[in-house]
């Protein structure tokens, strides 16, 4: 499975800084469970709670980045400096960044005046890892049940929005990939077969007397 990215801002996707000096932390969600995404062209998605569990079971050693940028290592799972919790609401985090200016000028003080607000990981599928469906509207609708991998959670300065074109073409494709793939194991679902009309009292009728 090809490594997909989400990025996260708005109503209860908060990174916050909390804490005086080197004890700093930097916590918050992000990712939140049964919330569905805006529209990216005919799709859209939400993340089944459990989503990260087996992931996280199997000992991921997950990085928090800046930007996705391997250059800003802000902490680490395996080394205790990263904390990731599932819960009810979704991914939460906590970590002990470096102690230096360089890190609270660069993260940790426009975390603070809000000027850095979103949120990010990237992750891979399972191979069973994904649902689709079609809702009423015509939409289909994505359900992310399982990780295979998590590599990274982060802030990030641009969440990029799902209806401007780059967070559509930042998504977009993934999801064009899935949906294919699952179209392809389950052409039922994408082509129904068209229900014929039950037959009505007088088409019964007409079938007895013509049996006569």
């Known amino acids: 499975m090809q490594p997909e990215r989400r990025f996260i801002s708005g109503e209860g996707v908060e990174l916050r800084v909390e804490g005086e000096g080197p004890a700093r932390k930097i ?4 990712a939140l469970y049964n ?3 805006p529209v990216y062209g005919k799709f859209r998605e939400r993340i089944a709670p459990g989503f990260f569990d087996d992931a996280m079971s199997a000992g991921a050693d997950v990085r928090l980045l800046f930007n996705h940028d ?7 799972t395996t080394s205790g400096t990263l904390r990731l919790r ?8 906590e970590a002990d960044p470096p102690a ?32 689709w469906s079609k809702a009423a509207d015509g939409v ?3 359900t992310l049940t399982k990780a295979a991998e998590l590599f990274d959670v982060g802030p990030v300065t641009f969440p990029w929005y799902p209806d401007t074109s780059v967070g ?22 994408v082509n129904p077969p068209a229900e014929l009309d039950k ?4 088409d019964e009728a007409r079938l007895r007397l013509a049996a006569l």
């Not at 609270?104 to 003080?109: A, M, N, Q």
């Not at 037959?199 to 007088?202: K, L, R």
């Open 86 to 93: 599932s819960d009810d609401v979704g991914l939460f985090m």
């Open 140 to 142: 289909w609708e994505r």
């Open 35 to 37: 919330r569905f995404s």
């Open 27 to 30: 916590a918050g969600y992000v």
């Open 168 to 189: 559509m073409r930042a998504t977009l494709p993934a999801l064009e990939e899935s949906f294919k793939r699952w179209a392809e194991a389950h052409p039922e679902e």
């Open 199 to 202: 037959p009505t009292e007088m």
């Open 70 to 76: 391997p250059n800003f290592v802000l902490g680490r």
């Open 100 to 131: 230096s200016d360089f890190v609270r000028g660069l993260v940790l003080e426009p975390l603070e005046r809000r000027d850095i607000s979103g949120a990010s990981f990237s992750f891979t599928l399972a191979p069973d890892g994904d649902k």
